[in-house]
């Protein structure tokens, strides 16, 4: 029997996760009821954040079988359906990404908050980015 899988993140900051969705080609609906997937029997599982893609091929947002739930540390976590995950990318993947963008957000944000403005950045060949800032 399948099951709703719970993945630990590090990320805390809705309005940050929904940017970085976004970002990434997806969106973040607020107050989702994840629904089982067909043939697959379990408890439907209620998300701050549902996942869903605009489907190029059919010109519609398809709701993914994914979302994000606050945990009680107050961190959200990926709810899936591992079975059900018919991404391009592994869920790994996705949630690396979703990680990187949210980070770029959080640091930027906070910096400007404080007065200070981006100068450059740049993506390096191994995904790193690098952001330079300066404050007058």
Do not use: C
């Amino acid at each position: 029997m399948s099951h709703f899988t719970n993945i630990k993140t590090k990320l805390k900051d809705k309005d940050f996760l929904i940017k970085a969705l976004h970002t990434i080609g997806y969106t973040g609906t607020e107050n989702v009821l994840l629904k089982n997937p067909s043939n697959h029997q379990h408890e439907e599982v209620q998300v701050e954040i549902g996942v869903t893609k605009y489907d190029t091929s059919l010109e519609v947002m398809r709701p993914m079988t994914a979302g994000f739930k606050i945990n009680d540390d107050g961190v959200f976590e990926l709810v899936t359906e591992v079975d059900a995950w018919h991404e391009s990318l592994p869920i790994e993947r996705f949630l690396e990404k979703i990680t990187q963008v949210y980070a770029r957000f959080a640091v930027v944000e906070t910096a400007q908050s404080q007065g200070f403005t981006v100068t450059t950045e740049q993506k390096d060949v191994d995904n790193t980015i690098e952001i330079v800032m300066e404050k007058w």
